[in-house]
């Protein structure tokens, strides 16, 4: 959806349907995706392997294998398309000379920082937690500032809502469990402005 705000005209791949996918989807395996024709590719490979809070659980649980690292696989197909490319992922992924996002940079409630890799040289925005005022109890408190929304899990023992979730990612189509993995739209609507000058520029440079 940021990328669409942006002004980009939006396919999606993935190898499990997403039946609340808002824009073009084909369900299929991304690495074998034909990319010739497209100005620029967004790729999320999955992130289960490095969060701090799965790498040690999945070891202990012999399961790390069941969620691969896709990351070189994935920067390698990219190179090899030679076009502008942005490889999102979260805190302690193997990216090259990332930039990192919060949602308070976008003055959200949500704190998710992630992780931008990308060919082309892009601007990052600092975190300004500042604006969570620690002056409310944590559990129940579903509107205002005074905390922040924690979109992961399941949510049970919170107080927050689904829509509390929605309203802290800006994200109103999603269940619980896709917002879970998801990234605020801000993210890559901000990103993907960047882009969008830098193709205009570079289109500009080889006439």
């Not at 590719?41 to 399961?63: F, I």
Request: proline fraction near 7%; hydrophobic fraction near 35%.
């Amino acid at each position: 959806m940021g990328l669409h705000r942006a002004g980009f005209t939006v396919d999606g791949w993935d190898i499990r349907p997403q039946p609340r996918y808002p824009f073009e989807f084909h369900q299929a395996d991304a690495l074998e995706a034909d990319l010739d024709g497209f100005d620029f590719v967004w790729a999320s490979p999955p992130c289960q392997s490095y969060t701090r809070m799965n790498r040690g659980l999945l070891e202990s649980q012999g399961r790390k294998k069941d969620h691969p690292d896709l990351i070189a696989a994935t920067r390698a197909k990219l190179q090899a398309w030679g076009g502008p490319y942005i490889i999102e992922n979260v805190e302690g992924a193997p990216l090259i000379n990332p930039v990192r996002l919060c949602g308070s940079s976008f003055g959200l409630d949500v704190q998710r920082h992630r992780l931008f890799e990308s060919n082309i040289f892009l601007l990052e925005l600092p975190c300004t937690h500042g604006i969570w005022v620690k002056d409310k109890p944590p559990q129940y408190r579903l509107t205002g500032k005074s905390r922040i929304v924690g979109c992961y899990g399941n949510g049970r023992g919170a107080g927050d809502t689904v829509g509390s979730w929605r309203k802290a990612m800006g994200i109103d189509w999603m269940t619980r469990k896709e917002l879970a993995q998801a990234i605020p739209p801000a993210y890559s609507e901000y990103l993907g402005r960047q882009i969008v000058t830098w193709i205009k520029n570079h289109q500009t440079a080889l006439r």
